[in-house]
């Protein structure tokens, strides 16, 4: 008897935010190029950007454990601007040895241990061309001062499952980001009190 077939990853969230992220992405990107993900996860969000950008080829990844669903969300219809899922752990030497034209990332930075982001903006400043787009997704706050009593809550629940996770700094961020050639340009609200973060690689 053939096995069942394991449910699609699935989240609400992405689900929710997908939307306004794709807003935002239509305002700040050309009309096409090259984009990497970082942290793919269940799917929704590159098969809805890719649909919505035609013009752009997506280059999904995750870490190894994530690909098995991500594959099987992709699989299930024919996208013609998006490539094959890569294994991607930031922290590691297995970076795309191709230049993008932007990246971008959701709901990382907070669940990543510290070094592990400074490893993804070194990263990112490497594949990055010049005058490419990072976008990253998520909740943050600016030297401590959270700006929604429920990020501070999130916080202390993210401390509370693992110490290293937490919600980001945006000043932090833009400092490090400065050491790879990314400066920051904008930044976008969001619903749920998440913003996106832009930075351009200008040198």
Same mark, same amino acid.
């Given at each position: 008897m053939k096995a069942p077939a394991r449910p699609l990853p699935y989240s609400a969230a992405a689900e929710r935010n997908r939307e306004p992220i794709l807003q935002v992405l239509q305002e700040i990107l050309p009309a096409a190029g090259r984009i990497l *993900?970082?942290?793919? +996860?269940s799917g929704q969000h590159v098969e809805h950007f890719a649909r919505a950008l035609p013009g752009w080829i997506w280059q999904p990844?995750?870490?190894? *454990?994530?690909?098995? +669903?991500l594959k099987a969300r992709l699989a299930l219809e024919v996208h013609a601007n998006i490539l094959p899922p890569l294994t991607l752990d930031v922290t590691k030497d297995d970076w795309p040895k191709t230049t993008f034209d932007a990246v971008f990332s959701a709901n990382t930075a907070h669940i990543m241990p510290w070094t592990a982001v400074l490893a993804m903006l070194a990263g990112i400043g490497r594949i990055l061309g010049p005058g490419g787009l990072f976008a990253l997704y998520g909740p943050f706050h600016d030297?401590?001062?959270?700006?929604?009593?429920?990020n501070i809550?999130?916080?202390?629940?993210?401390k509370a499952r693992a110490p290293q996770m937490g919600?980001?700094?945006?000043?932090?961020?833009?400092a490090e980001a400065r050491c790879h050639g990314l400066d920051k340009t904008g930044q976008w609200a969001m619903p749920a009190n998440n913003r996106i973060l832009i930075f351009q690689k200008t040198h």
């Amino acid at each position: 008897m053939k096995a069942p077939a394991r449910p699609l990853p699935y989240s609400a969230a992405a689900e929710r935010n997908r939307e306004p992220i794709l807003q935002v992405l239509q305002e700040i990107l050309p009309a096409a190029g090259r984009i990497l *993900e970082i942290g793919s +996860g269940s799917g929704q969000h590159v098969e809805h950007f890719a649909r919505a950008l035609p013009g752009w080829i997506w280059q999904p990844s995750d870490l190894p *454990e994530a690909l098995p +669903g991500l594959k099987a969300r992709l699989a299930l219809e024919v996208h013609a601007n998006i490539l094959p899922p890569l294994t991607l752990d930031v922290t590691k030497d297995d970076w795309p040895k191709t230049t993008f034209d932007a990246v971008f990332s959701a709901n990382t930075a907070h669940i990543m241990p510290w070094t592990a982001v400074l490893a993804m903006l070194a990263g990112i400043g490497r594949i990055l061309g010049p005058g490419g787009l990072f976008a990253l997704y998520g909740p943050f706050h600016d030297g401590g001062q959270h700006d929604a009593p429920s990020n501070i809550e999130f916080d202390a629940w993210l401390k509370a499952r693992a110490p290293q996770m937490g919600v980001r700094d945006a000043v932090a961020l833009a400092a490090e980001a400065r050491c790879h050639g990314l400066d920051k340009t904008g930044q976008w609200a969001m619903p749920a009190n998440n913003r996106i973060l832009i930075f351009q690689k200008t040198h």
